[in-house]
């Protein structure tokens, strides 16, 4: 009589799968963002950057950064109000920079 080896069934491994969080530490990009928009508010665009960096500061606030998200709306709030100062100043002096050909010379 023939026997015929026995076919064990085969073991298939399947992997767990665990779900990475999305950040552990949400708010923290907005929070960053809202400082650098602060600090452009400063030279360029105050008003845009300014309530861009507003905005930023307090939906990362709100997310959890608590820390980070108020620096960025303190910045962002005193910043544009020096790049509104900044900016008047040297609309009203305009007519003292002369062009020569050194660049701009300040003349009295």
């Known amino acids: 009589m023939d026997q015929q080896p026995q076919i064990q ?5 399947t992997p767990v799968v665990t779900p990475e969080p999305a950040s552990t530490h949400p708010g923290r990009v907005e929070g960053i963002i809202s400082i650098i ?3 452009i508010s400063l030279g ?7 309530i861009t960096g507003i905005v930023l500061g307090l939906r ?3 997310k959890g950064a608590k820390s ?3 620096v960025g709306v303190i910045l962002s709030a005193v ?3 020096i790049g509104f ?5 040297l609309y009203v002096l305009k007519d003292r920079f002369i062009q020569g050909a050194a660049g701009i010379i300040w003349t009295f």
């Open 9 to 13: 069934p085969r073991e298939f491994y």
């Open 85 to 89: 100062i900044v900016g008047a100043a």
């Open 60 to 62: 990362s606030y709100k």
């Open 68 to 70: 980070l998200g108020l």
């Open 37 to 39: 928009c602060a600090v």
């Open 44 to 50: 360029l665009f105050p008003p845009v950057f300014g």
């Open 79 to 81: 910043f544009m109000v």
